[in-house]
């Protein structure tokens, strides 16, 4: 699981199971409310639960999806394996091509066909370049050296069938890149959808536990306004809130945090006398 959903459903998972365990106690609170107040709502518990069933369904779906995608990045070590294989093959046949007309023709010759310089160094650059060698042998004819026979149609067969290779290697990648595209693509959609979901759900259960006089429950569900599908505890966006509690508010006398410098008034020179 990846890291930024391994913490969406940490959050989830938590809130979840607050729901579940307090739904009855703060539902048959919040009845009693409603009912004081004259008005007509359902069964709270219910609702509560039902929060709780909502972030959790969002939560499942998205791990699910970033599941799906960390499968198809797995299948890609086989297509990219094979395209590296089929590289080294053909970049093996360019290079032996280069050598044989370099000793049966000149350095001109190698220039024509296009074999001059360094071996492509990417699948794509070599390719384009074996095409274009390729369809130069079938214009340019290959001078025989005396004592040294040259088989042109198997040169020319071998590369044939190296391009190929490198061809259906290279269309396997980009099928499989595509592929994970759309993974990674359904794992953003179903990670936006589980964080508005977050959002209101965790929200609606902070204010009913609230509503209920339940404020450390209210907290511990409370989403985060920093990160997305999480809550201000995970977030860590609630530490300092029982602190300042208990000193308090900042400027009204309480010692400033440990590490940060207190700034005094230097002494005068006449403070001495």
Known sequence: MSRLVSRRT??????????????????????????????????????????????????????????????ELSDDAEPRHARDVAYADLAESF???????????SAALVKRLGLSGRTPRTPDELLQAARIVRGRLAQIAIPQAPGLAVDAPALAGRLDADIAALEQALTEV????????????????????????????????????????????????????????????????????GAEAAGGAPGDGADPPADRPVLRPLPTGGDDD
């Open 10 to 71: 940490r959050s989830a998972r938590s809130v979840r199971q607050s729901a579940a365990t307090h739904a009855d106690s703060v539902g048959a609170r919040l009845d009693a409310e409603f009912a004081a107040a004259g008005v007509a709502a359902p069964p709270m518990d219910e609702v509560i639960k039902g929060l709780g069933g909502i972030i959790g369904a969002r939560s499942d779906a998205m791990e699910r999806a970033d599941r799906a995608h960390e499968e």
């Open 95 to 105: 290079a032996n091509l280069r050598d044989v007309i370099g000793v049966v023709g």
């Open 174 to 241: 980009d099928r499989e890149a595509r592929e994970a595209e759309a993974t990674l693509q359904a794992k953003h959609e179903a990670m936006a959808a589980y964080d508005q979901a977050f959002s209101g759900a965790a929200a609606a259960l902070s204010a009913l536990f609230l509503l209920a006089d339940e404020p450390d429950l209210a907290r511990r569900v409370r989403p985060s306004q920093r990160r997305p599908g999480r809550t201000v505890d995970e977030d860590g966006e609630g530490e300092g809130e």
